[in-house]
């Protein structure tokens, strides 16, 4: 019987952050950067949105855990992934940088549309616009490394 992929044993996989801790230094850099100025309940949606696409454990966790301890509400939590749907619960702002991060982390998908982009565009200043767009980009790095390593949500 062959074996696929999916059913292989499980790696040991690397400890990127002890190998390479200047990897660790400079995300942390870009982290601090993409978030200076930005609203911090829009930060978090962005970084939630998108480990959810990501499928990054230990980034959902650590995000959720982060924007409640900033009063986000369980409702708002449950429904980001379904933020479309969900009417005025989230801000126009909430959801053009919502919208914006789906098509960032979907780009496999083709390209963030003009439309998307000039939602966006709409609703922040440019200063504002260049930080969600970093805040989106910097979480998928992060989710990315986590997911390639399979770093693990913390058990709390």
């Known amino acids: 019987m062959t074996q696929t992929l999916e059913s292989a044993p499980a790696v040991d996989r ?3 952050y002890k190998t390479s801790p200047e990897l660790y230094d400079a995300m942390m850099t870009l982290s601090n950067a993409a978030a200076k100025g ?3 309940t829009i930060g978090e949606l962005i970084k939630i949105r998108a480990s959810q ?13 982060d924007a409640r301890k900033q009063g986000e ?8 992934a379904a933020w479309q749907e969900a009417g005025d619960l989230f801000t126009e702002r909430e959801q053009a940088a919502l919208a914006l991060t789906e098509a960032i982390t979907e780009l496999g998908n083709g390209h963030v549309s003009d439309a998307v982009y000039a ?16 805040m989106a980009v910097t979480i ?3 989710n990315r490394i986590n997911v390639t390593v399979r770093m693990p949500a913390p058990r709390r």
């Open 53 to 65: 696409i990501n499928h990054c454990a230990f980034c959902l966790d650590m995000h959720t855990h």
């Open 14 to 16: 690397l400890k990127i």
């Open 38 to 40: 930005i609203d911090p």
């Open 119 to 134: 939602r966006a565009a709409a609703a922040f200043t440019e200063r504002e616009l260049g930080q969600v767009i970093a």
């Open 73 to 80: 509400t369980e409702q708002r939590l449950a429904l980001i």
């Open 140 to 142: 998928n790095a992060w």
